[in-house]
């Protein structure tokens, strides 16, 4: 093969994506499966075993992440830098939070949602841990691989729209999805896409995504994406009708939390606007 047919072939934003996807993935399989077998060996307790594992292999995917990302495009990897981290990860919380706590209130108000009890603290860091490795590992390959490098060939519009319909597609493979949930996770998807354009920083969106699923399971022990009921700090009771409640899919099926995401959206929409941090396709400019 030609260097000018190979160097092409390399700089297709189709073939970064793919290599960087496989990368990352790998890192973050073998990496859990490695350190989990070693884990095994320790008497430590299952939940700081899961929580020792969950930060050790979202560790490896943002470095795989790095270091290929760094090679392959020359560049220093700005989505991943110190430069205003906490602000982002403070922001982001906040706003996973409230949204997930206003989804909540809501239920509250028009369903049924009762605190039955309160559990140790130790039933927390299993969530917190799964929440942590999730927010780190989808947001690395949707936003900083997929997003990103679809953003810079087809602008900021085309990329926004194609995430959420990815974001939204992956989730329709979980238990007891319906149209509203993959709406909702759709809209997510959408605003995860515009919290990184507002930011130009991945630990925005990771923060945003680690709390709302956080809350949601480890907080108030509601079900998260239709997957099984993890511990929680608070056993809790929902009921209700499916439209407040989101029945077995959880929260993230309800027609308040489309319309929280919806708003969160819209904003991020307006500023990244008037900020001027819209990115054209290449025939727009």
């Not at 973050?28 to 075993?49: C, E």
């Not at 020359?74 to 206003?102: A, D, H, P, Y």
């Not at 399971?217 to 056993?235: D, K, P, R, V, Y």
Request: aromatic residues 14%.
């Amino acid at each position: 093969m030609k260097t000018a047919t190979k160097q092409k072939i390399l700089n297709f934003p189709l073939t970064k994506i793919i290599l960087g996807l496989l990368l990352c993935f790998a890192a973050f399989i073998i990496a859990q499966q490695l350190v989990g077998k070693i884990l095994d060996l320790t008497s430590l307790d299952k939940n700081y075993r899961n929580l020792i594992k969950g930060i050790i292999a979202s560790s490896f995917v943002i470095f795989t992440y790095i270091f290929f990302y760094e090679k392959y495009e020359r560049r220093e990897i700005g989505e991943f830098s110190s430069k205003g981290l906490l602000k982002n990860i403070l922001l982001g919380v906040l706003i996973g939070t409230t949204l997930q706590g206003l989804t909540i209130l809501v239920i509250y108000f028009w369903g049924d949602f009762h605190i039955i009890s309160v559990n140790p603290f130790s039933f927390i860091i299993t969530p917190f841990a799964v929440a942590f490795s999730v927010a780190i590992f989808e947001e690395t390959l949707l936003r900083g691989i997929i997003f990103r490098i679809v953003e810079v060939k087809f602008g900021s519009y085309i990329s926004l729209l194609i995430s959420a319909i990815i974001f939204g597609a992956v989730h329709l493979t979980n238990s007891d999805s319906s149209v509203i949930s993959s709406i909702c996770i759709g809209i997510v998807g959408f605003m995860f896409g515009a919290s990184y354009i507002y930011s130009r920083s991945l630990w925005l969106p990771i923060a945003i995504h680690f709390s709302w699923n956080f809350v949601q399971s480890g907080i108030f022990g509601a079900i998260t994406s239709g997957n099984e009921q993890t511990s929680s700090l608070f056993n809790t009771k929902i009921s209700g009708a499916e439209l407040i409640t989101g029945g077995a899919f959880g929260p993230e099926g309800t027609i308040q939390a489309i319309l929280f995401w919806l708003i969160v959206s819209i904003i991020f929409m307006v500023l990244i606007t008037k900020q001027r941090k819209i990115i054209m396709p290449f025939w727009g400019k």
